[in-house]
């Protein structure tokens, strides 16, 4: 400040000198020479004058001020004010009272101070003093206060540093457009919003914005998503195919309803179905009859139940197969007794009809039960009986004539006529005649 007053007072003393016409002498004054100012600091370097030179003269002619004899203090620089009144001044690096004495200042410039020092009003003082902001640190190099934030504290140095809050990394944010910003372990960190893809850093876009950018067989969603498209299809629906996009959607078989909004079971029970199919089976209509029988079988519904049977002139089981009678028909399934057998017959009228006899070496009734013999063979019984429907009987009832003999031997009637009778004994023995004997001599 006290420089600026300084050049000041200088300047004023400097306009105030009269301004004569060029190249004339006026008294002891020359008028519109031109001029020179010189400044002395009191320490013999220099001095201070004023010279005028006229270019009509040879040399230059000085001239004399109120400041002649130099009325100002030690150091002091006098400067004539208007009519030639003298202005004391101390000269720039120098303060104290002009009209006494001046005193020369600790420094011109920074480069009179110290690097953490700072030339100020002549005095070589410390820079931060005042120079930083609330809660910052400072630290003087070369000769200028540099700011800055402790660790852990942000804001501006130069008016007021506060605590660091992490979330204030993202904000600004440093993620790209569709992004969020989140702190995470103490560093920034970008994501797409959701419903967005892409790079988080440099900017994030839809999924899609049409079908052609999902795969053949999604569809691009109302909220810019790819999606299957099979879920067009509606509620109990299936997809049965994808074409351009789009889902082809029926009803399960038996199911009505549309298959773009809802498929519902043809019934949910047996009173929601026709009496052509009164059976409700998972949802659907059907004739208990269908696929129950076998082929060329007849079904018939006792209520819901089906019942089986082949038609009168066929044969076989209902629910596998029916076909036409055989004669071995006849005995299929088995009509005869216990150990009995059957074949193919006619009654007396003719028709065909089962035959039933007992198995070889058994005897009862074939329609009912049979009973294995007591023999098969005459090698089963003694020697003096003989095999006869499969009993060991003796072989002499009624084999021989009446009045004859009869002896079983191995296994046979032995028939003889008893003595004095003669004739076959197994038809008739009769009494033997006898004839007297002539004697001749």
């Known amino acids: 400040m006290q420089q600026l007053l300084v050049v000041a007072l200088v300047a004023v003393a400097i306009a105030s000198v009269p301004q004569l016409a060029a190249g004339k002498k006026v008294g002891k004054r020359c008028v519109n020479c031109t001029y020179r100012t010189y400044y002395t600091y009191g320490d013999g370097r220099s001095l201070q004058r004023v010279v005028y030179s006229d270019p009509g003269y040879t040399r230059a002619q000085s001239y004399s001020s109120g400041c002649s004899g130099n009325p100002c203090g030690v150091n002091a620089v006098c400067q004539e004010a208007s009519g030639g009144r003298p202005v004391c001044s101390c000269p720039p690096g120098f303060s104290g009272n002009p009209l006494t004495h001046c005193n020369r200042g600790e420094c011109l410039d920074n480069v009179d101070c110290r690097g953490n020092l700072q030339c100020k009003d002549n005095r070589c003082v410390n820079p931060c003093v005042g120079a930083c902001g609330i809660g910052s640190n400072c630290d003087a190099r070369n000769h200028v206060a540099v700011c800055s934030c402790p660790a852990g504290y942000n804001g501006d140095p130069y008016h007021v540093c506060h605590l660091n809050d992490p979330e204030e990394q993202c904000h600004p944010s440093p993620c790209g457009v569709n992004t969020k910003c989140e702190i995470i372990n103490g560093v920034p960190t970008c994501s797409c919003v959701h419903g967005y893809v892409g790079n988080p850093l440099s900017g994030c876009r839809h999924e899609c914005d049409h079908d052609g950018d999902c795969n053949s067989r999604d569809m ?138 007992c198995l070889p070496g058994h005897t009862g009734n074939p329609l009912s039960h049979c009973t294995r013999g007591e023999c098969l063979s005459n090698n089963e019984c003694p020697d003096h009986r003989a095999c006869i429907n499969y009993q060991c009987i003796d072989p002499c009832i009624g084999k021989c004539a009446t009045g004859a003999s009869c002896e079983p031997k191995a296994h046979l009637a032995v028939c003889r006529c008893p003595q004095g009778q003669s004739g076959d004994a197994l038809v008739s023995c009769r009494q033997t005649r006898t004839f007297p004997v002539a004697k001749y001599h």
Request: glycine share 12%; hydrophobic share 20%.
């Open 220 to 357: 691009c969603s109302s909220n810019f998503k790819c999606v299957p498209a099979c879920g067009q299809c509606g509620t109990g629906a299936t997809c049965r195919t994808v074409s351009n996009h789009r889902a082809v959607c029926e009803c399960p078989k038996g199911y009505i309803g549309s298959p773009y909004t809802e498929c519902r079971p043809e019934c949910y029970g047996d009173v929601d179905c026709p009496a052509g199919r009164p059976a409700c089976f998972y949802g659907i209509c059907k004739n208990t009859c269908e696929g129950a029988c076998g082929i060329g079988a007849d079904c018939n519904l006792r209520g819901l139940t089906p019942v089986c049977s082949c038609p009168r002139d066929m044969t076989g089981d209902p629910f596998v197969r029916c076909r036409p009678f055989t004669k071995e028909d006849l005995c299929d399934p088995n009509p005869c007794g216990t150990n009995a057998i059957c074949v193919p017959g006619h009654d007396n009228t003719g028709r065909e009809r089962p035959v039933c006899n």
